[in-house]
């Protein structure tokens, strides 16, 4: 056992100490718009991942970034343990999403600004702020400075693609294996369950991408020729979609898995503020909001290609197309899912309409049996960073298929899923922001965790 060699009441004043310095550095992170996704500059995600790395060494770790093919740059920082101590794997990713329409933010997506104890800007939340927990709490043992007192082993390992799908990840995580072998894996790319209340999270749906497409005709005809006995692939693939849910919003997929939630009350009024649904507009679906949110499949419509309405002719079209989601419940099969999808699709289309399903990407859902140790030593961090406040466990509607990947690869490590977010962060929206008050404790807390894993 290694005994920690700083008191509570000491990393208090040291995170307290090392968060202004810690506030500046990300800032200086969120200035650089390191973007994964095709058609988009990847020179700022090389500054990204080389503005990551000087933070690294200067924590006192071997630092490398590496990649994988073409792949984006991660960055992986090593500390090895005292001797005896455990080593703990610090996750977080440097890389962001677009920010989409400029003028729905308030400011400049890349210069972070605060307005009411909430510091905006993209990335700031998702997940830069998760970088600078991790060197927050380096920092707090003073790790890297002559009076370096961090108790256990660390290894920060920080991804480049983690937005637009971690397609390199299990090949990193297979070229890296033994550097990367941990006891306790942290990863901060979640969130909160409110402000004030500290999580774990220990479940998210899984998710199956895929096109839809239907044709009716070899090309386009005039609409008041053949209207009326030839029908519209719009129209077609309308009544298509219209039948994956029933009437009361609830998916009507036979095959999909539902599963229990956690025994959390979502009250309807906090959860209409934190998503902006506009007055009038009722909830889908059918049983409590965490249900359908976390543990039943969901369905979403994400885009639809067809004649814009401004340049569209009085001529019947001949073939839509619409990309759909699902979110998958924990314990579905992914592969299997896309099966029940595609067969769906493919029997409900209307008039003999020739359908093509086709598949864009997927991920599996997790549950994580969050008892045992380290999972204790989490909790404890929490209440004692939250000022006494007892940590939940949630689910969480949406998906992050790489932790499946580092439960395959290290099977015998405890995954602490947590983050930096809160229910009104906006992330991947705009004006994503972070709340200050709420980072001070993830920080105390993860500090506190790393002294808690070296007692076991």
């Keep these: 056992m290694t005994t920690p060699t700083l008191s509570v009441e000491e990393l208090r004043a040291a995170v307290e100490r090392e968060l202004p310095g810690v506030r500046a550095d990300l800032e200086r992170l969120a200035r650089i718009p390191g973007i994964a996704f095709d058609g988009f500059d990847f020179t700022p995600l090389e500054r990204s991942a080389e503005a990551v790395a000087e933070l690294l060494r200067g924590c006192g770790l071997d630092t490398q970034i590496a990649r994988i093919g073409d792949g984006h740059p991660a960055v992986i920082g090593v500390k090895p343990a005292p001797p005896g101590a455990p080593t703990v794997l610090l996750y977080a990713h440097h890389d962001v999403q677009p920010v989409g329409d400029l003028s729905l933010w308030e400011s400049d997506p890349f210069e972070p600004v605060e307005r009411d104890g909430r510091l905006y800007g993209r990335g700031c939340a998702d997940d830069k702020a998760g970088v600078l927990a991790h060197v927050a709490a380096l920092r707090a043992f003073g790790?890297?400075?002559?009076?370096?007192?961090?108790?256990?082993?660390?290894?920060?390992?920080?991804?480049?693609?983690?937005?637009?799908?971690?397609?390199?990840?299990?090949?990193?995580?297979?070229?890296?294996?033994?550097?990367?072998?941990?006891?306790?894996?942290?990863?901060?790319?979640?969130?909160?369950?409110?402000?004030?209340?500290?999580?774990?999270?220990?479940?998210?749906?899984?998710?199956?991408?895929?096109?839809?497409?239907?044709?009716?005709?070899?090309?386009?005809?005039?609409?008041?020729?053949?209207?009326?006995?030839?029908?519209d692939a719009l129209m077609t693939l309308s009544r298509l979609l219209t039948t994956l849910h029933d009437d009361n919003g609830d998916v009507a997929v036979?095959?999909?898995?539902?599963?229990?939630?956690?025994?959390?009350?979502?009250?309807?009024?906090?959860?209409?503020?934190?998503?902006?649904?506009?007055?009038?507009?009722?909830?889908?679906?059918?049983g409590r909001i965490v249900e359908r949110l976390w543990t039943k499949p969901s369905i979403a419509i994400l885009g639809v290609d067809a004649p814009r309405t401004g340049e569209a002719p009085n001529a019947?079209?001949?073939?839509?197309?619409?990309?759909?989601s699902i979110r998958l419940a924990p314990g579905d099969d992914r592969k299997r899912a896309y099966e029940i999808m595609k067969a769906h699709l493919e029997k409900h289309v209307s008039w003999g309409a020739h359908v093509e399903v086709t598949f864009e990407h997927d991920g599996d859902p997790i549950v994580i049996d969050a008892t045992g140790p380290a999972y204790d030593a989490a909790r404890a961090a929490f209440r004692e960073a939250w000022d006494g406040t007892e940590p939940v466990d949630i689910g969480v509607g949406g998906s992050i298929p790489f932790i499946a990947t580092f439960t395959e690869a290290f099977p015998g490590a405890s995954v602490l899923v947590t983050g930096v977010e809160d229910p009104y962060a906006k992330a991947h929206g705009p004006n994503e922001s972070l709340h200050l008050g709420e980072f001070a404790k993830v920080c105390l807390a993860e500090a506190l965790l790393l002294r808690n894993v070296a007692a076991l």
């Design 254 to 286: 036979e095959g999909l898995v539902s599963t229990a939630a956690a025994p959390l009350d979502y009250p309807e009024d906090r959860f209409r503020e934190e998503t902006g649904l506009l007055e009038g507009v009722e909830f889908i679906g059918t």
């Design 316 to 324: 019947i079209v001949p073939t839509a197309k619409a990309k759909i």
């Design 143 to 231: 790790s890297g400075t002559a009076d370096d007192r961090l108790p256990v082993g660390v290894v920060v390992f920080v991804e480049g693609e983690e937005e637009f799908g971690s397609a390199s990840l299990p090949a990193l995580l297979e070229a890296y294996k033994e550097t990367l072998r941990s006891d306790v894996i942290v990863i901060a790319d979640s969130g909160n369950w409110d402000i004030g209340v500290p999580a774990l999270t220990t479940s998210l749906r899984g998710i199956v991408n895929m096109f839809v497409e239907v044709k009716v005709l070899k090309q386009a005809v005039h609409s008041g020729m053949a209207g009326g006995a030839v029908p």
